[in-house]
């Protein structure tokens, strides 16, 4: 790889494929190209016979069946067909109700949860969206407090995209099973990276996502439960009845080959990973802190995924930031959307202001990641701060001890 390259620390947005991953999924495109629902010949048979033992892999990752394994396009699609398919497979129509039935999520879900409530809501669901406290965990005493006669889908992820805080999602999935509402948990960011058992943890209903754990783009799994309880939802797609009636669609056979290996290889090394990371996290969130004051790291110290932080730095600009750590490829705290320029909405739920979240920095480390890499990302990011702050004339004022939160900037 080239010295010049940008310092990949995006790796919550998406993973590098493992070259092993690679590997597996090159004979699926020119040798064995059979369509896997292709009962008559060889073709089919040897493309089915690879798909079962991505199923297998995929399933043993988490601790389910492999026929609880629903194959998608990815965590997005996984997401609305969970939601949906749950929402509108038992939505409740009591004689003299008004709604449709009850759902519970929260406001720093990623948009593929939210989007498909939104729309449930204009369906005549009611939504209850929780709002987290500032370390961004949503707990089992919260989801209780807002549970309904007629809740019947509890969607609450895994481990946030954005602060990788881990809410108390086994202990949510008992209070579903205690109550007879369904438990759905976005996991993509969990799954591969911490350990996942879908019957000790309570899972009902659960997204992952390839590209998340170093397989291909574009493959999902939605995680489906059989029994205690046998989980039915309404399909979003309408076709062949592939994948149990729930996904329509002839399978990506080779996508799904590299997902599976994806998986087999997380399970083999996750744990090795996950230590050796949050080292490295450490390391990194250390030196931050201890060369520059004014730095505040979002979301619970503790309850978050070891190999991902997010940093928000007073005083500097966040566009400035960006342009400052140009060889650092890393997310921040700005969604730039075309027209506007509007700060994480995450951070925004978690209470960090407008001005801090825009100046935060989203770093995710991953299995590739060396330590040369975080020392010299980390040597950028304190460069590229203390020089914007040496020209910042607020700096200046909270260096001289005035709360600069307490100045009216009305009157001279
Ligand atoms: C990336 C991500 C998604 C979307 O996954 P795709 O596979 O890209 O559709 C959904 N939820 C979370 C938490 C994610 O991090």
Redesign the pocket.
Known sequence: MSIDRPIYMDN???TRTDPRVVEAMLPYFTEIYGNSASRNHSFGWDAEEAVTIARGQAAALIGAGPKEIIWT???????NLAIKGAARMHAKAPAGSTGRGHIITATH??K??LDPCKRLEREGFDVTYLEPPSDGIITRKMVEGAMREDTILVTV?W???EIGTINEVPEIGALCHERGALMHT?A??WVGKMPTNVESDNIDLM?F????LYGP?GV?ALYVRRRRPRVRIEAMLDGGGHERGMRSGTLNVSGIVGFGKACELCSEEMAEDAERLFKLRTRMENELSAALDVVAVNGHPDRRLPHLTNISFGFVEGESLMMGIGNIACSSGSACTSASLEPSYVLKALGVGDELAHSSLRLSLGRWTTEEEVDTATRGIIKAVKHLRSMSPLYDLHNEGIDISTINWQSH
Do not use: L
């Open positions: 919550a947005s998406t396009s990815g965590a997005t699609e996984s997401n879900e990623h593929a949860v992820m481990a946030n995209n976005d993509t960011q997204s996502s390839s590209h998340k783009n999902g």
